[in-house]
């Protein structure tokens, strides 16, 4: 259990069997009547914001979430393998466990695995990954790094907005968090 008044960003509750993380929090103590802690609350499975608030010291569950390194071994069929770098044991996750996070997933990349209660709730990628550039208009001379963009498909089967010089071939990097390219990559 854990008190209203240790709220912190980051932290994991659990409110009607599904586990919610504190986005903000905000204690209030009002000139008239009780403290009051308010509270922006994320849903670790669905994504869902809501707005809640809790009495100062009113005490709701911790979830005890479990985090693992694992690596992306293979695809098999619709599921994707992954490997425990600590136990060297062999999970299986679908599409959906893994979410909207599994087009910039790729073999022998390292993932962070969350579960509550042995159920996968979200599969954590790098915050920037490097990928091809498998299609694209080709570059023209004379398109410079402040013009417009134009999309690619990367070796991944995502698809993101890049720079007009970009050319098919490339190996460019990604923020994972929000689709954006940034910048080729560097050295070898």
Same mark, same amino acid.
Do not use: Q
């Given at each position: 259990m854990i008190s209203s008044n240790d709220f912190r960003t980051g932290v994991s509750i659990v409110?009607? #069997? $599904?586990v919610w993380r504190v986005v903000e929090f905000l204690?209030?103590? !009002? #000139?008239? @009547?009780? &403290?009051?802690v308010r509270t922006k609350?994320?849903?670790v499975t669905s994504g869902n914001t809501v707005e809640r608030t809790f009495r100062a010291g009113e005490t709701v569950p911790q979830a005890t979430l479990e985090k693992s390194t694992m690596q992306h071994t293979y695809k098999d069929g619709d599921e994707f393998v992954f490997m425990d770098m600590e %136990?060297? /044991? /062999? $999970?299986r996750l679908s599409t959906k466990q893994i979410g909207d996070r599994v087009k910039y997933l790729n073999e022998g990349m390292e993932v962070n695995v969350i579960r509550w209660n042995e159920e996968v709730l979200e599969? /954590?990628? !790098?915050n920037a990954v490097t990928l091809e550039v498998v299609e694209t208009d080709p570059g023209v001379k004379g398109d410079t790094a402040t #013009? @417009? %963009?134009? !999309? &690619?498909?990367?070796?991944?089967g &995502? %698809?993101?907005m890049v720079p007009l010089f970009i050319s098919q071939g490339e190996r460019i990097r990604i923020d994972t968090r929000d689709d954006k390219y940034l910048g080729? /990559? %560097?050295g070898n």
């Open positions: 409110i009607d #069997g $599904s204690h209030v103590k !009002p #000139g008239k @009547g009780s &403290a009051f609350l994320k849903s %136990t060297y /044991e /062999e $999970s599969v /954590e990628l !790098p #013009g @417009g %963009t134009k !999309p &690619a498909k990367l070796e991944s &995502a %698809t993101i080729r /990559e %560097t």
